[in-house]
């Protein structure tokens, strides 16, 4: 019985390059000259900081192009509100998603069973899902349909088995 796996990954080093590109342009362009601006990546979230708000939200807007550029979708960042911090300068966190949630799980396997295709199913495993079908094309339909659909999370296919 063909199969496939939906996951929601983010590739960790694409990040850390476009955090990387992000902080070298914070450093040498004009705009950001004095405002000690930069980028700094943990493990579950980036924060951004900055002597003003206006600066931060330019540095964000900098990183969001970094990002595209390397293919990292923006769905995949909690965007936190801006807060204040030291010495009156702004702060903002950036949680990155991996996984996909229970809650958004159930809303993919609705929208999978939803479709009315004879004979395919999924199952929840972990922060995965594993989708089942007794025909090839079905399943190509499945990914298909779940591209088409915006389930606020960036989703990829993984591991097709006839």
């Known amino acids: 019985m063909p199969t496939f796996d939906v996951v929601s990954e983010v590739d960790l080093q694409e990040v850390r390059n476009a955090v990387d590109q992000a902080n070298r342009e ?3 362009r004009f705009d950001f000259k004095g405002t000690d601006s930069a980028v ?3 493990e579950k979230e980036l924060v951004l900081t900055s002597s003003t708000e206006d600066r931060l939200r330019a540095l964000y807007q900098v990183l969001q192009e970094k990002l595209v550029k390397r293919g990292v979708s923006l769905k995949s960042f909690d965007v936190g509100k801006i807060e204040e911090a ?22 993919i396997n609705r929208f999978i069973k939803d479709l009315d295709l004879k004979g395919t199913g999924a199952q929840t495993q972990g922060d995965q899902l594993r989708v089942t079908g007794k ?4 399943l190509q339909s499945v990914i298909a349909a779940l591209k088409a659909e915006d389930f606020g999370i960036p989703l990829q296919f993984t591991n097709f088995r006839d």
């Not at 030291?86 to 809303?107: F, P």
């Not at 025909?135 to 079905?138: A, S």
């Open 26 to 28: 914070a450093t040498t």
């Open 40 to 42: 700094e990546l943990n």
């Open 86 to 107: 030291a010495k009156g300068s702004a702060r903002q966190r950036l949680g990155i998603q991996a996984g996909i949630s229970s809650d958004h799980a159930k809303k």
């Open 135 to 138: 025909k090839r094309d079905d």
